[in-house]
Structures are given as C-alpha cells and as structure tokens.
C-alpha cells in the first residue's frame, strides 16, 4: 500500500473514491463538504438524500458511500467525523471510527485508490496533528489494504503535518 500526501482540491483527484467530511444530514454544508457537492452536480444531493430517506442521514463515525456526479472519481465516501469538545466526548474514537468505516465501504466495493480530506479539523475543530495522527494509523493498521492512499490537505499546515508523520518533503 503507498501512501501520499499532496496539498490540492479533492474535487480534483481521480481516485477511485473521495472521502467526504460529511454532516450528519449528509445534504452538503461548508468546507470540503460543500466543495465536493458543489464540484459532483446534483447526483451526488440526489443519492444523500436516498440514504437519508432511508435510515434518517449518518451518525458520527460511520460512513456511507453514492456515486461521483461530475467528480473525477467512482465514489464519494460520506464520513461523519466528530465536533471537537475538548476530547471529552470520545472524539478520537469517533474519528477513527470515521476512518475505519471508511476503508471497510473501500474493501466492499474494490476500491483501490482512495483519497481522504482531514476529517473534522476545520469547522469541527478537531486538532490536526492528533487528527492526522489518528488518520496515518487507521490507515496504518485496518485489515484492508487499497493499493494507494492519498491524504489531500486542503492547508500548508496540515500538509506539513501529514509530510511529517508520513516521513516525505
């Protein structure tokens, strides 16, 4: 398994999958959220809303998976990371829950290349240096092993987190 770690657009990868740093309701939002529904097109709206008719949106550290739209990948992976309440809350849990749910829907649907944002370290204000740590080991440490993981930082100091933990420049 490679991983990788680029400062970019998610939008813009051609990967098999996206992940996308969903909310609960799984209707789009801010942040990569909002990029990924804005960049898909109204597919992407189209089959949330088929899920969320269908068992009420996703909780916190689980995932669900739709088709790309207009997305330069074959899926989009929906994970619901936790908000951070000063870690109190099992947010490392969670968010490795998010991560683990993940790469389980990567295994059942072939997935080979796979591209994760930084779960819920923007408006959710999860620390990113332990959020990247808890991203690395998942990766690291879950049965499923795609061919290739690509960590897409969306900031310098993410990025230069993830370079760091991963031992690149």
């Known amino acids: 398994m490679e991983i990788s770690v680029i400062l970019g657009d998610i939008t813009k990868i051609k990967a098999d999958a996206i992940v996308n740093a969903a909310n609960t309701s799984l209707l789009g939002g801010g942040g990569v959220d909002g990029a990924i529904h804005r ?3 109204k ?3 189209d089959d949330c809303v088929k899920i969320r008719n269908k068992q009420g949106g996703c909780a916190v550290g689980e995932a669900v998976i739709t088709g790309a739209g ?17 870690g109190r809350s099992q947010e490392p849990e969670l968010l490795q829950r998010a991560y683990s749910r993940c790469l389980d829907l990567a295994a059942t649907h072939g997935i080979q290349v ?14 990113k240096k332990e959020a990247a740590i808890i991203a690395v080991n998942t990766v690291r440490q879950h049965a499923y092993k795609p ?4 960590f897409v930082c969306f900031d310098q100091e993410s990025y230069a987190i993830y370079q760091a933990l991963l031992g690149v420049q």
């Not at 061919?147 to 690509?150: K, L």
């Open 39 to 41: 960049a898909g097109g």
């Open 43 to 45: 597919a992407i709206l």
């Open 70 to 86: 207009e997305l330069p990948a074959q899926y989009v992976i929906h994970a619901v990371g936790p908000v951070w309440k000063n």
């Open 114 to 127: 796979i591209a994760f944002p930084c779960i819920s370290t923007g408006i959710y204000r999860f620390p």
């Open 147 to 150: 061919a290739r993981v690509i």
